[in-house]
T-cell receptor
Framework: RKEVEQDPGPFNVPEGATVAFNCTYSNSASQSFFWYRQDCRKEPKLLMSVYSSGNEDGRFTAQLNRASQYISLLIRDSKLSDSATYLC??????????FGGGTRLMVKP | EAGVAQSPRYKIIEKRQSVAFWCNPISGHATLYWYQQILGQGPKLLIQFQNNGVVDDSQLPKDRFSAERLKGVDSTLKIQPAKLEDSAVYLC????????????FGPGTRLLVL
């Protein structure tokens, strides 16, 4: 079983739609969780950290469920510019990130 | 503030040749990471440095890959000899150095081995 699993997609959604991605992880000792955004042929950039209490940043909401070992990302009111690959990741005490394979999102007009 | 710099941006070599990549982290960042990202996959950590010491290199194929960060700033990653399956983007990242610090990625070096 992979340490971090994501549905590769692509998720094709119209502008304005709400879309959600899940990511499951197998290492129960994982400390912190993140969502990264990666545009085509670019480097990953941190989108948001994920806290147990859940956190929101504008149109983006991230949730962590430690009991079921998954994290989620919800994007409301999708924009064309949200089209990208979304990578989930966790790190351990040594700050070493383990990434999932990414979920590709395509927002269409 | 300048980000993580990497060079070259692209490299094409034939199998069994050698190649080296260079990374200059964000100023003041003590921790430096090299990741390998194969097309369609997420980045995979190869090696982590704290200043000029190796913290973890458990996923580095040491028979052909080597990395150093001699003065605790710039780093080089070398592959010798390259194999077809080494075709990937090699990403360098840096962070301040404490645990759970945000990692900032460079633009990567795209390697194609023919």
């Amino acid at each position: 079983r992979k340490e971090v699993e994501q549905d590769p997609g692509p998720f094709n959604v119209p502008e304005g739609a709400t879309v959600a991605f899940n990511c499951t992880y197998s290492n129960s000792a994982s400390q912190s969780f993140f969502w990264y955004r990666q545009d085509c042929r670019k480097e990953p950039k941190l989108l948001m950290s994920v806290y147990s209490s859940g956190n929101e940043d504008g149109r983006f909401t991230a949730q962590l469920n430690r009991a079921s070992q998954y994290i989620s990302l919800l994007i409301r009111d999708s924009k064309l510019s949200d089209s990208a690959t979304y990578l989930c990741a966790y790190n351990n005490a040594g700050n070493m990130l383990t990434f999932g394979g990414g979920t590709r999102l395509m927002v269409k007009p | 503030e300048a980000g993580v710099a990497q060079s070259p941006r692209y490299k094409i070599i034939e199998k069994r040749q050698s190649v080296a990549f260079w990374c200059n982290p964000i100023s003041g960042h003590a921790t430096l990471y090299w990741y390998q990202q194969i097309l369609g996959q997420g980045p995979k950590l190869l090696i982590q440095f704290q200043n000029n010491g190796v913290v973890d290199d458990s996923q580095l194929p040491k028979d052909r890959f080597s990395a150093e960060r001699l003065k605790g700033v710039d780093s080089t990653l070398k592959i010798q000899p390259a194999k077809l399956e080494d075709s990937a983007v090699y990403l360098c990242a840096s962070s301040l150095g404490g645990s759970l610090e945000t990692q900032y990625f460079g633009p990567g070096t795209r390697l194609l081995v023919l």
